[in-house]
C-alpha cells in the first residue's frame, strides 16, 4: 500500500511537540501533547519527506493493519506537514513508553554494579513473547527483535517497537528470503539468505533474535558486541550457539531457555508459542502484577540516578544500496600483501583508513602492525580471547591475539620453541602489547594453579613499575629491555615464566632531562608512604620531595598532595609483591633501599681547607646522611667515609685520598645508581625462582616456551647520552636481524630456484652494528 501523502491529515491542528526524546533510525523522536484532551504521545518525524522509503511504508502498513494489543506499542496515525523549503514533513504518532528500552535499563543496572533479578527477566520475556504471538498469529515477523526495541512504560509495561523491516506473510507465502535485521540479533538462517538465495526462514527468526536479547538482558551487551557488525555476519553461522558469558551465575530454567531459543536449525527451534510453556517463562503466571510493580521501581530508580548513554547498533537491509555503501569503510583488506598497487603512499593511505575506524591491527604477511590509538579500547576482554583460540588467522581481524594464538599453535603443533619481537619508536605500545601477548598466552595454557596464572600476569606491571619512567614523548616509557619467557609443558600448559633484563638506564636514578622524571617506583612509594603517613618511619621529608624526585618547577609535591593515581599505584605494587610470592620481610627490605636511596641523594658537600689540603670535602648536613646510612643498615661514619674518600693501591700501597666536592658528588650518585641496578637484578632474579617450574609436574628442560622481547625503541633526544647509544646499537641489531629473514634469506632461497631478484636487501649498516 503507497502513502497517500493527500490523505493524510496536518499534525499541527492535533498535535503540539513537546520535547525531545531520542533519535531513531531516520530522524528525531519527540513527545507530543494532543492539543485536544492533554494526553501525551511519541512522534517520529521524517524531514524531509522526499526520503520515504519501504521500510517507513511497511511499518505504517503494519501497524495501520494490527490490531491493539498490550505488548504491541499502540499506533496513533500518520501526519504530514507541508513545507514549500523542506519538502515537508512525515509524523508516525505512537504510544509514549517514558520508561526507555531494555537495554537502557540493564546498562543502567550495570554500571551501579547490578544485575536485573532473573524474575525480572522472565517477566521482560514473557511480554515480549506475548507480543511475538500477536504478530505471528497476524501473519507479520518483526526480523528486529532486540532490546532497543523493547520499550517499557513508567507502569512495567513492556512493549514491542520498530518495525521497519518486518515481513507481512501470505497465506501463500509463509517464508521470506530477504537478510534483513540487525546483524549482532540476526538468525543464521536469515544471514544465509545472503548467498543461498534459494533459502528461506520463518517466524521462528524471531525466536533466535529473542534468545540474543535474552543473553543482552543477562550480560548488557549480545555476544559479539565488540566485533564489527559485518564481521558477525561471517562468525554467527560457523559459531556454535552462544551463551552467557558466565552461564554457572544463572539459573538452569534461564540457561535451558536460551538454549532453546539460540538451536541453529529452525526447523527444530521451537515456536513462540511453545515457549510461552517453558517453566523459565510460566513462573510469571500468577506473579505478573507483583513483577510489573517491581519494573517499575526499578525504571523509577535508574531514572533518578540520570540518563544512560544510548547505544546504538544500526541494521541491514541488503536490498537497501545506503547500508552496503556505509559498510565499503569497514571492508579495507586486513593484509597489506593483497593491496594492487605496492608503495609508500598506498601502505600509509591504508593505515590511515584503517585507523579512522580504529582498526589499529593489520597484517603485513606473518607480522603484525600495531599502531597506538591512544585511548582503552574494549576489544581485549574474556570474549574476545575465545575468539582468538585456535582458528584460522583469516576467521577473525587481525589482532595482537591473533599473533598470540599462532605462536602457542605453533610451539604445540611443532614442539619447537617460539619468540615474539616488538619493535618500534619510543612510545608505539610496544609494552602495551607485551602486556596483552601475557595476557592471552596465559588464557591459551591455563594451568590447573590458577595461583601461577595470577602470578604471570602481576610480572609485567612490577617489572615496569622499577623499569618504566616519563620521558619527553612516553608516560611509560621502558628504560631496560625485557626478555620473558613463558614456559609451557609439551601438553602447552603454562608452568612457568622467566624474565631477562638487559641495559636499565641507571642514570635516570641521579638525573633526568627536562621534562621528564625518574622511575616510576620512587613517586609511587613516596605518594604512598605519604597518604600512609609513614614518611617519618622511612625518614622521608613531608614538604619537600627528595632531590632525586625533585624538579624545578615543584609539580610533584603538588601532585602527591592532591592526586590519587600514585597512591593508587603503590597500592598496586603492593598488591604485586604478595600475589607473586614475595615475603613481608622482602618487601620491606625493597622500601628501605628505596628509600634509601632517595636519602643518598639528600646528602650534600662543602669544601673545607686545611694545612695541607684544599681539596676535602665533608657532609654539612649530616641528618641527610644518618638517615641513609640507618635505611641502608650502616654507619654513619663508615658512609661519610666511603663518599669522601677513596684509596689508591700502588705498589702493594695503600693510600687514602679525600675527594673533593664534586667527585663526592660523584661517588654519592654513582653509589645510588649501583644500588638500584642491585636492587632490580635482585627482583628479577627472586622473581624467576618463584615462577619456575614445579619440578613434580615438569622439568623445564622437558617442556616449551615462548619468548617475548620488549625493548626501548630508536630514540633521538636533543642531547643524547651514552644509554640511548646503546638503546640505538641494539635496536639497530635487531632491525639487521629483521632485514635478514625478511628480505635477505628470502633472496638467497629464491635465488638456489633459478628466480631472478631484481630488489636490493634494504641498508643493513652491519659495519656500524659490529663496530
Same mark, same amino acid.
Given at each position: 500500500?503507497?502513502?497517500?501523502?493527500?490523505?493524510?491529515?496536518?499534525?499541527?491542528?492535533?498535535?503540539?511537540?513537546?520535547e525531545?526524546?531520542?533519535?531513531?533510525?531516520?530522524?528525531?523522536?519527540?513527545?507530543?501533547?494532543?492539543?485536544?484532551?492533554?494526553?501525551?504521545?511519541?512522534?517520529?518525524?521524517?524531514?524531509?519527506?522526499?526520503?520515504?522509503?519501504?521500510?517507513?511504508?511497511?511499518e505504517?502498513?503494519?501497524?495501520?493493519?494490527?490490531?491493539?494489543?498490550?505488548?504491541?506499542?499502540?499506533?496513533?496515525?500518520?501526519?504530514?506537514?507541508?513545507?514549500?523549503?523542506?519538502?515537508?514533513?512525515?509524523?508516525?504518532?505512537l504510544?509514549?513508553?517514558?520508561?526507555?528500552?531494555?537495554?537502557?535499563?540493564?546498562?543502567?543496572?550495570?554500571?551501579c554494579?547490578?544485575?536485573?533479578?532473573?524474575?525480572?527477566?522472565?517477566y521482560?520475556?514473557?511480554?515480549?513473547?506475548?507480543?511475538?504471538?500477536?504478530?505471528?498469529?497476524?501473519?507479520?515477523? +518483526?526480523?528486529?527483535?532486540?532490546?532497543?526495541?523493547?520499550?517499557?512504560?513508567?507502569?512495567?509495561?513492556?512493549?514491542?517497537?520498530?518495525?521497519?523491516?518486518?515481513?507481512?506473510?501470505?497465506?501463500?507465502?509463509?517464508?521470506?528470503?530477504?537478510?534483513?535485521?540487525?546483524?549482532?540479533?540476526?538468525?543464521?538462517?536469515v544471514?544465509?539468505?545472503?548467498?543461498?538465495?534459494?533459502?528461506?526462514?520463518?517466524?521462528?527468526c524471531?525466536?533466535?533474535?529473542?534468545?540474543?536479547?535474552?543473553?543482552?538482558?543477562g550480560?548488557?551487551?549480545?555476544?559479539?558486541?565488540?566485533m564489527?557488525?559485518?564481521?558477525?555476519?561471517?562468525?554467527?553461522?560457523?559459531n556454535?550457539p552462544?551463551?552467557?558469558?558466565?552461564?554457572?551465575?544463572?539459573c538452569?530454567?534461564?540457561?535451558? /531457555?536460551?538454549?532453546?531459543c539460540?538451536?541453529?536449525?529452525?526447523?527444530?527451534?521451537?515456536?513462540?508459542?511453545?515457549?510461552?510453556?517453558?517453566? /523459565?517463562?510460566?513462573?510469571?503466571?500468577?506473579?505478573?502484577?507483583s513483577?510489573?510493580?517491581?519494573?517499575?521501581?526499578?525504571?523509577?530508580?535508574?531514572?533518578?540516578l540520570?540518563?544512560?548513554?544510548?547505544?546504538?547498533?544500526?541494521?541491514?537491509?541488503?536490498?537497501?544500496?545506503?547500508?552496503?555503501?556505509?559498510?565499503?569503510?569497514y571492508?579495507?583488506?586486513?593484509?597489506?600483501?593483497?593491496?594492487?598497487?605496492?608503495?609508500?603512499?598506498?601502505?600509509?593511505?591504508q593505515?590511515?583508513?584503517?585507523?579512522?575506524?580504529?582498526?589499529?591491527?593489520?597484517?603485513?604477511?606473518?607480522?603484525?602492525?600495531?599502531?597506538?590509538?591512544?585511548?582503552?579500547?574494549?576489544?581485549?576482554?574474556?570474549?574476545? $580471547?575465545?575468539?582468538?583460540?585456535?582458528?584460522?588467522?583469516?576467521?577473525?581481524?587481525?589482532?595482537?591475539?591473533?599473533?598470540?594464538?599462532?605462536?602457542?599453535?605453533?610451539?604445540?603443533?611443532?614442539?619447537?620453541?617460539?619468540?615474539?619481537?616488538? $619493535?618500534?619508536?619510543?612510545?608505539?605500545?610496544?609494552?602495551e602489547s607485551?602486556?596483552?601477548?601475557?595476557?592471552?598466552?596465559?588464557?591459551?595454557g591455563?594451568?590447573?594453579?590458577?595461583?601461577?596464572?595470577?602470578?604471570?600476569?602481576?610480572?609485567?606491571?612490577?617489572?615496569?613499575?622499577?623499569g618504566?619512567a616519563?620521558?619527553?614523548?612516553?608516560?611509560?616509557? $621502558?628504560r631496560?629491555?625485557?626478555?620473558?619467557?613463558m614456559?609451557?609443558?609439551?601438553?602447552?600448559?603454562?608452568?612457568?615464566?622467566?624474565?631477562?633484563?638487559?641495559?636499565?638506564?641507571?642514570?635516570?636514578?641521579?638525573?633526568?632531562a627536562?621534562?621528564e622524571?625518574?622511575? +616510576?617506583?620512587?613517586?609511587?612509594?613516596?605518594?604512598?608512604?605519604?597518604?600512609?603517613?609513614?614518611?617519618?618511619?622511612?625518614?622521608?621529608p613531608?614538604?619537600?620531595?627528595?632531590?632525586?624526585?625533585?624538579?624545578e618547577?615543584?609539580?610533584?609535591?603538588?601532585?602527591?598532595?592532591?592526586?590519587?593515581?600514585?597512591?593508587?599505584?603503590?597500592?598496586?605494587?603492593?598488591?604485586?609483591?604478595?600475589?607473586i610470592?614475595?615475603?613481608?620481610?622482602?618487601?620491606?627490605?625493597?622500601?628501605?633501599?628505596?628509600?634509601?636511596?632517595?636519602?643518598?641523594?639528600?646528602?650534600?658537600?662543602?669544601?673545607? $681547607?686545611?694545612? +695541607?689540603q684544599?681539596?676535602k670535602?665533608?657532609?654539612?648536613?649530616?641528618?641527610?646522611?644518618?638517615?641513609?646510612?640507618?635505611?641502608?643498615?650502616?654507619?654513619?661514619?663508615?658512609?661519610?667515609?666511603?663518599?669522601?674518600?677513596?684509596?689508591?693501591?700502588?705498589?702493594?700501597?695503600?693510600?687514602i685520598?679525600?675527594?673533593?666536592?664534586?667527585?663526592?658528588?660523584?661517588?654519592?650518585?654513582?653509589?645510588?645508581?649501583?644500588?638500584?641496578g642491585?636492587?632490580?637484578?635482585?627482583?628479577?632474579?627472586?622473581?624467576?625462582?618463584?615462577?619456575?617450574?614445579?619440578?613434580?609436574?615438569?622439568?623445564?628442560?622437558?617442556?616449551?616456551?615462548?619468548?617475548?622481547?620488549?625493548?626501548?625503541?630508536?630514540?633521538?633526544f636533543?642531547?643524547?647520552?651514552?644509554?640511548?647509544?646503546?638503546?640505538?646499537?641494539?635496536?639497530?641489531?635487531?632491525?639487521?636481524?629483521?632485514?635478514?629473514?625478511?628480505?635477505?634469506?628470502?633472496?638467497?632461497?629464491?635465488?638456489?630456484?633459478?628466480?631472478?631478484?631484481?630488489?636490493?636487501?634494504?641498508?643493513?649498516?652491519?659495519?656500524?652494528?659490529?663496530?
Amino acid at each position: 500500500i503507497m502513502i497517500g501523502l493527500e490523505s493524510l491529515a496536518d499534525p499541527s491542528d492535533t498535535w503540539e511537540i513537546i520535547e525531545t526524546i531520542g533519535k531513531g533510525t531516520y530522524g528525531k523522536v519527540y513527545k507530543v501533547a494532543n492539543k485536544k484532551d492533554g494526553s501525551l504521545a511519541a512522534v517520529k518525524i521524517l524531514d524531509p519527506v522526499s526520503d520515504v522509503d519501504e521500510e517507513i511504508e511497511a511499518e505504517y502498513n503494519i501497524l495501520q493493519f494490527l490490531p491493539n494489543h498490550p505488548n504491541v506499542v499502540r499506533f496513533y496515525g500518520m501526519f504530514y506537514k507541508a513545507d514549500q523549503y523542506v519538502g515537508g514533513q512525515l509524523w508516525l504518532v505512537l504510544e509514549l513508553c517514558n520508561g526507555g528500552s531494555v537495554t537502557e535499563l540493564v546498562k543502567g543496572l550495570l554500571k551501579c554494579g547490578r544485575r536485573l533479578d532473573e524474575a525480572v527477566i522472565s517477566y521482560i520475556l514473557y511480554g515480549a513473547l506475548l507480543g511475538l504471538q500477536h504478530l505471528h498469529n497476524n501473519r507479520i515477523i +518483526h526480523r528486529d527483535v532486540k532490546g532497543n526495541n523493547i520499550l517499557l512504560t513508567t507502569e512495567g509495561g513492556v512493549k514491542l517497537v520498530d518495525f521497519g523491516v518486518s515481513a507481512q506473510l501470505t497465506s501463500t507465502r509463509l517464508r521470506r528470503n530477504t537478510s534483513v535485521g540487525t546483524p549482532f540479533w540476526m538468525a543464521p538462517e536469515v544471514i544465509a539468505c545472503e548467498q543461498q538465495y534459494d533459502y528461506s526462514y520463518d517466524a521462528r527468526c524471531d525466536v533466535w533474535s529473542l534468545g540474543i536479547t535474552a543473553i543482552e538482558l543477562g550480560d548488557g551487551d549480545p555476544p559479539l558486541f565488540d566485533m564489527h557488525p559485518v564481521k558477525t555476519l561471517f562468525k554467527i553461522p560457523r559459531n556454535p550457539p552462544p551463551t552467557l558469558l558466565h552461564p554457572e551465575k544463572w539459573c538452569r530454567g534461564f540457561n535451558h /531457555f536460551i538454549s532453546q531459543c539460540l538451536i541453529k536449525d529452525f526447523e527444530k527451534r521451537p515456536s513462540v508459542t511453545h515457549l510461552l510453556e517453558h517453566p /523459565f517463562i510460566k513462573q510469571v503466571h500468577g506473579k505478573d502484577m507483583s513483577l510489573q510493580k517491581q519494573l517499575a521501581e526499578l525504571i523509577q530508580e535508574q531514572q533518578q540516578l540520570g540518563s544512560i548513554a544510548k547505544t546504538r547498533h544500526e541494521r541491514i537491509h541488503t536490498r537497501r544500496p545506503y547500508h552496503v555503501d556505509r559498510a565499503d569503510k569497514y571492508s579495507l583488506d586486513d593484509d597489506l600483501v593483497n593491496l594492487e598497487v605496492l608503495n609508500e603512499d598506498t601502505i600509509i593511505q591504508q593505515l590511515q583508513k584503517r585507523y579512522a575506524d580504529l582498526q589499529i591491527y593489520t597484517y603485513v604477511g606473518d607480522i603484525l602492525i600495531a599502531l597506538n590509538p591512544f585511548q582503552n579500547l574494549s576489544i581485549y576482554s574474556p570474549q574476545f $580471547s575465545k575468539l582468538y583460540h585456535g582458528v584460522k588467522r583469516s576467521s577473525n581481524p587481525p589482532h595482537i591475539f591473533a599473533s598470540a594464538d599462532a605462536a602457542y599453535q605453533s610451539m604445540v603443533t611443532f614442539s619447537k620453541d617460539q619468540c615474539i619481537i616488538i $619493535s618500534g619508536e619510543s612510545g608505539a605500545g610496544k609494552t602495551e602489547s607485551a602486556h596483552l601477548i601475557v595476557q592471552h598466552l596465559t588464557f591459551l595454557g591455563k594451568a590447573n594453579n590458577r595461583a601461577l596464572r595470577e602470578k604471570i600476569l602481576q610480572v609485567n606491571p612490577l617489572v615496569e613499575a622499577f623499569g618504566n619512567a616519563c620521558t619527553a614523548i612516553n608516560d611509560n616509557s $621502558s628504560r631496560f629491555g625485557k626478555y620473558l619467557e613463558m614456559m609451557f609443558t609439551p601438553t602447552g600448559a603454562v608452568m612457568g615464566a622467566k624474565i631477562s633484563e638487559y641495559l636499565l638506564e641507571k642514570s635516570r636514578v641521579v638525573k633526568q632531562a627536562v621534562g621528564e622524571k625518574n622511575f +616510576h617506583i620512587f613517586y609511587y612509594i613516596y605518594a604512598g608512604l605519604y597518604h600512609q603517613k609513614k614518611l617519618s618511619e622511612y625518614r622521608l621529608p613531608d614538604k619537600k620531595p627528595p632531590r632525586y624526585i625533585d624538579n624545578e618547577t615543584g609539580k610533584v609535591m603538588h601532585d602527591i598532595i592532591t592526586k590519587d593515581s600514585y597512591g593508587r599505584q603503590f597500592e598496586a605494587i603492593q598488591h604485586c609483591f604478595r600475589i607473586i610470592g614475595f615475603t613481608d620481610e622482602e618487601v620491606y627490605s625493597v622500601y628501605r633501599i628505596l628509600t634509601g636511596i632517595l636519602n643518598t641523594g639528600n646528602i650534600e658537600f662543602a669544601a673545607i $681547607s686545611s694545612q +695541607h689540603q684544599t681539596d676535602k670535602s665533608e657532609v654539612p648536613n649530616p641528618e641527610a646522611l644518618d638517615n641513609a646510612a640507618a635505611l641502608l643498615s650502616i654507619g654513619s661514619e663508615e658512609l661519610q667515609e666511603a663518599l669522601t674518600s677513596h684509596c689508591v693501591v700502588t705498589r702493594g700501597e695503600t693510600i687514602i685520598r679525600t675527594n673533593t666536592v664534586d667527585k663526592a658528588a660523584d661517588v654519592r650518585d654513582a653509589m645510588s645508581k649501583a644500588l638500584y641496578g642491585r636492587l632490580f637484578s635482585w627482583i628479577v632474579n627472586r622473581i624467576n625462582t618463584l615462577l619456575q617450574p614445579d619440578k613434580n609436574i615438569c622439568n623445564a628442560e622437558s617442556g616449551m616456551n615462548v619468548g617475548i622481547l620488549d625493548i626501548f625503541g630508536f630514540e633521538n633526544f636533543t642531547r643524547n647520552s651514552f644509554e640511548q647509544l646503546c638503546i640505538n646499537i641494539a635496536n639497530e641489531q635487531i632491525q639487521f636481524y629483521f632485514n635478514q629473514h625478511i628480505f635477505a634469506l628470502e633472496q638467497v632461497n629464491l635465488t638456489l630456484l633459478s628466480i631472478a631478484v631484481h630488489h636490493k636487501c634494504p641498508n643493513d649498516d652491519v659495519a656500524f652494528t659490529v663496530l
